[in-house]
């Protein structure tokens, strides 16, 4: 069973910035494909970023130009670089992994899925 591991969430000014990881420590899987999702109160979770082992990535329309995804394949670890932070990216941040191969894939289709860190940016 892989676990994800998330931390880097917290609260930041409008124009702030954050670096939020994700680790799966110990696990022998392949994770081809890991992503960020994120859910705000009263609303449906959203792709905020992915990116595949090959480096291939695709974002959301609302952070594209200000959040940035990376990764480490040795580590099984992901990155998001949130930058320009605003009152709207307010939510609680997932990170989730497949061993799927896709930069364009639905959230249904991720196995494993992290416990989820809190962003909040004050205005």
């Known amino acids: 069973q892989v676990q994800l591991v998330e931390s880097g969430g917290g609260l930041v000014q409008t124009g702030g910035s954050l670096r939020l990881s994700c680790a799966a420590p110990?696990?022998?899987?392949?994770?081809?494909?890991m992503s960020w999702f994120r859910q705000a109160p009263g609303k449906q979770r959203e792709l905020v970023a992915t990116?595949?082992?090959?480096?291939?990535?695709n974002y959301g329309e609302s952070v594209k130009g200000r959040f940035n995804i990376s990764r480490d394949n040795a580590k099984n670890t992901v990155y998001l670089q949130m930058n320009s932070l605003k009152p709207e990216d307010t939510a609680v941040y997932y990170c989730?992994?497949?061993?799927?191969?896709?930069?364009?894939?639905?959230?249904?289709?991720?196995?494993?899925w992290g416990q989820g860190t809190q962003v909040t940016v004050s205005s």
């Open positions: 990116i595949t082992s090959g480096g291939t990535t």
């Open positions: 989730a992994a497949t061993e799927l191969y896709s930069s364009c894939l639905p959230d249904d289709e991720y196995d494993y």
């Open positions: 110990g696990s022998a899987s392949s994770l081809d494909t």
